[in-house]
């Protein structure tokens, strides 16, 4: 058996809550001034400092519990567009011990309803936008209007700005008491795993910890300068944006630019006026910068680097973008299900193409990717092309209640199976990813599950089968959904059918899950034997037809 195993001395994770972690004394935030702006809303210039978020968190911790009559391990969704005040709601129900969890403003109803029932959340946050769907998902929940709030310095219609609960001159005291260890569950982040609708990923309090010492302990002064400034237009619900520009950026007491939602010209703009120099990206964005005009117009010359996570980048992006933008592009490896990275390239060392190496602490095996029964795999050697297996201490918890997905994912010996193919390369003594054999789809860093998409297009009554994948498209540098449908006989294969199906889709989902790859109709849908459907067979049929279709172009 080949174990492969983190060339970093490994690290001694205390057993200790996020909150307690992120807020006692460290060589940051006892070097760096706590009362330098942290959190700054680029839009307003609004700002909060590292003790007014402290203070803040504390009094508003002991309203949750005192005023609002939360417990420990009560659940509270979020859901609202980046706010600068954000990083204080999470620490303040981390400090009352709640559990977090964060999801996309931009859900449909059903959406955010599946989150709330599946995390049996007591309470919910959100912004004055959203309050007519979240009021009625919450009164399908029994979720009292008592316990709905705001974002924000005002109510609306009786629903009161969460500030309003903090009590007058009392904060929790660090250490929390109460908590029985690390495995406490901090944050139910959801993510659709390699396959099937969104599951509830269970983070503890532990994962936290050990993803801020190990990932900075990796990165050392790469991405961690006393004046550094980072961009925060990552989405805070999403595992990459809530590690990096909320825990992180407290851990090392380094100063967010937050932007409440991605725009190409905002962004530059605060880079430009704050001299951001930490660039946290996905790839999409990449393609923005090397090809988009705007630009242009701006000076991007402080950013000094770059990381890029969600999925990959290719090198052909990364050399486009060094055109325009000079500073390295630091990309790496990880899930949801593994509170963010735990494979990074090292600056200036890792050759083009390569994910990189694993952090402290974390193992790594490569098993055949053709077995089917995690019980019985093959571990594989270097320069053989295998799935990837982990196991460390930002290892997830476990799916909150799915003992099946549970099962299909970890072995008895506690490794995670994460439906990625990748290999060790034995020259540069580094890891590649080369493939997935998980069903999920990477819409600009979003999990699209095709089982999901399915099985609402099961539901026309104008479909009798059909079968949704990822297309890559190198333009956009990421993957769009598109439906294979077989239609009932008496509905014609027609454009306007077509239209008629991704309108259906559209008007059920969120904006990522559109069919943005198209409808294509089919006479049958492969399967296997056994009635699996050949996903893969599809895949290669589409590359092939989009590299038919660059030839005519050239001819």
Not at 71 to 84: I, L, M, S, T
Not at 237 to 259: C, K
Not at 273 to 297: C, E, F, M, R, S
Not at 517 to 536: E, Q, T
Request: charged share 20%; with cysteine; proline share 6%.
């Amino acid at each position: 058996m080949t174990i492969f195993i983190s060339k970093k001395q490994p690290i001694l994770i205390p057993n200790i809550d996020i909150y307690s972690f992120l807020f006692q004394p460290n060589e940051f935030n006892t070097t760096r001034s706590p009362d330098r702006p942290l959190l700054i809303d680029g839009i307003s210039g609004k700002s909060l400092t590292f003790n007014q978020a402290r203070f803040m968190s504390g009094r508003l911790a002991v309203g949750w519990n005192e005023t609002v009559g939360l417990a420990k391990g009560d659940v509270v969704a979020v859901f609202a567009p980046n706010q600068y005040d954000h990083a204080v709601l999470y620490f303040s129900l981390l400090a009352a011990q709640c559990t977090v969890t964060p999801g996309n403003p931009n859900y449909t109803e059903v959406e955010f309803n599946h989150q709330v029932h599946k995390s049996e959340a007591k309470a919910i946050v959100t912004v004055p936008e959203l309050l007519p769907v979240l009021l009625k998902v919450a009164a399908k929940n029994n979720i009292p209007r008592n316990r709905v709030f705001l974002f924000g310095d005002h109510a609306v219609d009786c629903i009161q700005p969460f500030s309003s609960i903090a009590a007058p001159a009392r904060q929790v005291r660090i250490p929390l008491q109460g908590l029985v260890d690390g495995d406490d569950v901090a944050f139910i982040c959801f993510s659709s795993g390699t396959t099937g609708v969104a599951k509830g990923v269970m983070l503890t309090h532990r994962n936290f910890v050990s993803q801020m010492i190990m990932v900075t302990d990796f990165e050392q002064t790469d991405a961690n300068q006393k004046d550094d400034v980072i961009i925060g237009f990552l989405p805070f619900f999403h595992i990459f944006g809530l590690t990096t520009l909320v825990l992180r950026a407290f851990y090392s007491n380094t100063p967010v630019v937050i932007v409440p939602k991605y725009d190409l010209e905002l962004v530059c703009q605060l880079i430009e006026k704050y001299k951001v120099t930490q660039g946290p990206i996905v790839p999409p964005v990449a393609v923005h910068l090397a090809k988009n005009d705007v630009v242009l117009k701006y000076d991007l010359s402080s950013l000094r680097i770059i990381s890029s996570g969600a999925a990959p980048l290719g090198s052909e992006h990364i050399d486009a973008l060094n055109l325009r933008v000079k500073a390295p592009v630091r990309q790496g490896y990880g899930m949801t299900e593994t509170t963010a990275g735990c494979i990074y390239q090292k600056v200036g060392v890792s050759p083009s193409g390569s994910t990189g190496v694993l952090v402290a602490n974390m193992e790594c095996k490569l098993v055949d990717e053709e077995g089917n029964d995690i019980r019985n795999t093959t571990e594989l050697g270097p320069d053989q092309p295998g799935e990837i297996f982990l196991r460390g201490p930002v290892i997830m918890k476990g799916y909150l209640n799915d003992d099946r997905a549970n099962a299909e994912t970890f072995t008895e010996d506690g490794w995670m199976r994460t439906g990625d193919v990748a290999k060790f390369d034995s020259k540069s003594g580094e890891f590649f990813i080369i493939d997935r054999i998980k069903e999920l789809i990477k819409y600009k860093g979003y999990q699209v599950a095709p089982a999901e998409l399915e099985a609402l297009l099961m539901s026309h009554e104008a479909i009798a089968d059909c079968c949704v994948i990822g297309i890559y498209d190198s333009a956009q540098a990421t993957e769009l959904p598109r439906a294979y449908v077989v239609l009932q006989p008496s509905i014609p294969k027609s454009d306007a059918t077509a239209a008629m199906i991704s309108k259906f889709v559209q008007d059920n989902v969120i904006s990522y899950k559109k069919l943005r790859g198209g409808v294509k109709f089919l006479d049958i849908i492969p399967k296997s034997p056994s009635g699996k459907i050949l996903r893969r067979v599809l895949r290669d049929a589409a590359h092939e037809e989009e590299k038919q279709q660059q030839l005519r172009g050239r001819l």
